[in-house]
């Protein structure tokens, strides 16, 4: 074992071959690890996300709330003669909703994404389509 190392040492060329093999392999379980451990984003993350998207690229149309439910609104709104039905869950914008749930049935202002027009929001921590405020 003593007479291959002192091969590669009295080779430089290839002392330095396999320093650089070494660091490229620690660099790529580095990045293997630090993907791995990497935090995914929670659901609730990614629907803020969401509707973030929508408030600052969506295009606004008119709808109506059909019905308030405990922690949802189910709307419907129109988008190029075709009529959409969705509901939102308003779990994490409670603050944002008026006291009486009742006031918010009616006309409302949605935003919804032109390239697929059912991906849609009435309400976001930045911009509420809720027009009749109590």
């Given at each position: 074992m003593p007479d291959s190392w002192a091969g590669l040492t009295s080779k430089p060329e290839y002392l330095w071959g396999a320093?650089?093999?070494f660091?490229?392999?620690?660099?790529?379980?580095?990045?293997?690890?630090?993907?791995?451990?990497?935090?995914r984003p929670t659901p609730e993350?990614?629907?803020r996300r969401r509707r973030a998207t929508l408030h600052r690229m969506g295009k606004m149309g008119d709808g109506e709330?059909?019905?308030?439910e405990t922690a949802s609104i189910v709307y419907s709104y129109s988008v190029a003669g075709v009529v959409?039905?969705?509901?939102?869950?308003?779990?994490a914008l409670q603050s944002l909703l008026p006291r009486d749930?009742?006031?918010?049935?009616?006309?409302?202002?949605?935003?919804?994404?032109?390239r697929n027009p059912a991906n849609s929001i009435v309400l976001c921590e930045d911009w509420t389509g809720l027009r009749n405020r109590a």
């Open positions: 320093i650089c093999a660091a490229a392999l620690a660099g790529v379980i580095a990045f293997v690890i630090r993907n791995y451990l990497r935090r993350e990614l629907e709330i059909i019905d308030v959409y039905t969705a509901s939102q869950d308003l779990v749930p009742m006031t918010m049935v009616g006309s409302v202002s949605v935003k919804f994404d032109p």
